[in-house]
């Protein structure tokens, strides 16, 4: 804040006011200044609010609108210095234009000014606490999915395997599911996201199960594909040729080095079997409180891996009209390379 000469932050992102607060309602708004912040919410969240946030943090209910709330805080927050024109940041990527402008209307003394990755830089790097819950996360995911394997038969649809998975997931203890639960089978592999359908799965199909689990708020993300029967030698050859190419990646991690580097180990063994043009997304992403976060791991990234990172590193071939593959790891970045701490087995199960 100091540095963009910030005399208050308002975060609004849930995620974000989570991290620095402990807050999990759907609606909180943190106002921080140089020597005091608090947490705006409504009346459906007072009980909760002062069972969550820590003592010395004020929470102030409010009852016209958050806005409006804000408004009125904002001079206690921004302290005895701070006075017309001083620079208030909001989270651009959060805000909408309608709620910027109301609150321009609400404080026009004020230089309302948008900022982006404030909080994201600092949730980036994993304390051992949040190193931990994503790998109690990743352990409940290995357990269930070994489970789960019963039930991927011929017959069964997408749609079907999918919402097993997710039930599966929360009678074993997961907090919801980290994201849609991805199932898809023969053609319908090579789809890197595909949402699970209707198509029964039959004999020969690569079946990819993309899924991710939560505990204390944070998440797990993994990706396995199976062969329903026995596979035929093109598929043993995709599935050997991108798990070379995710242990390429993870032998690249480590702290200080490019995160394009990391996806750029992927692409050239890729390369070296002539399925790079059949590999269309980044290698990998940063993960916790939510699946997606920093920092990137993709050709065009311009971060760095720092120690206390836990990305995924995740490469896939997608042969369109026949099947794909996608091998999907939870790593955190340690001094001596990568942990990884999803442990399901990675070779191609026949079922």
């Known amino acids: 804040m100091a540095e963009r000469e910030l005399a208050a932050f308002l975060s609004v992102h849930p995620a974000n006011v989570r991290y620095l607060t402990?807050?999990?309602?759907?609606?909180?708004f943190l106002l921080v200044g140089p020597e005091v912040a608090g947490l705006v919410t409504d009346f459906r969240y007072r009980e909760q609010a002062s069972e969550e946030v820590p003592d010395g943090l004020?929470?102030?209910?409010?009852?016209?609108?958050?806005?409006?709330?804000?408004?009125?805080?904002?001079?206690?927050?921004?302290?005895?210095?701070?006075g017309d024109g001083s620079g208030v940041g909001f989270?651009?990527?959060?805000?909408?234009?309608?709620?910027?402008?109301?609150?321009?209307?609400?404080?026009?003394?004020?230089?309302w000014s948008g900022v982006s990755g404030l909080v994201e830089e600092l949730r980036s790097r994993k304390s051992d606490d949040e190193v931990e819950r994503i790998r109690r996360a990743a352990r409940l995911g290995d357990r269930v999915l070994e489970s789960f394997l019963d039930e991927v038969v011929e017959g069964a649809t997408e749609a079907e395997l999918a919402a097993e998975l997710d039930y599966r997931l929360r009678l074993a203890g997961s907090e919801g599911v980290a994201f849609e639960t991805i199932v898809a089978a023969g053609p319908r592999s090579a789809l890197p996201h595909a949402s699970p359908s209707g198509r029964p799965l039959r004999e020969g199909d690569l079946v990819l199960v993309d899924f991710g689990a939560r505990s204390g708020g944070y998440c797990s993300d993994m990706t396995r594909v199976f062969c329903l029967g026995a596979p035929e030698e093109w598929q043993r050859s995709l599935h050997r040729s991108v798990l070379r190419a995710q242990q390429a990646a993870l032998e690249r991690v480590e702290p200080g080095i490019e995160a394009a580097a990391v996806d750029g180990a992927a692409r050239e063994a890729l390369e070296?079997?002539?399925?790079?043009?059949?590999?269309?997304?980044?290698?990998?992403?940063?993960?916790?409180?939510?699946?997606?976060?920093?920092?990137?791991?993709s050709a065009r990234s311009e971060d760095r891996l720092r120690e206390g990172h836990v990305i995924t590193v995740e490469p896939g071939a997608y042969l369109e009209g026949r099947g794909g593959v996608r091998i999907e790891d939870d790593v955190v970045v340690r001094p001596g390379g990568a942990e990884v701490i999803t442990g399901f087995p990675r070779e191609l199960r026949e079922l």
């Open 272 to 297: 070296e079997d002539g399925l790079v043009e059949h590999f269309g997304h980044s290698a990998g992403h940063g993960i916790g409180l939510e699946v997606h976060e920093e920092p990137s791991v």
């Open 22 to 28: 402990g807050f999990t309602g759907s609606s909180g």
């Open 58 to 82: 004020p929470v102030w209910i409010h009852g016209d609108g958050w806005r409006e709330e804000v408004a009125a805080r904002l001079p206690d927050v921004m302290g005895e210095d701070a």
């Open 91 to 111: 989270e651009s990527d959060r805000v909408t234009v309608r709620d910027r402008e109301r609150l321009e209307d609400a404080v026009p003394e004020v230089r």
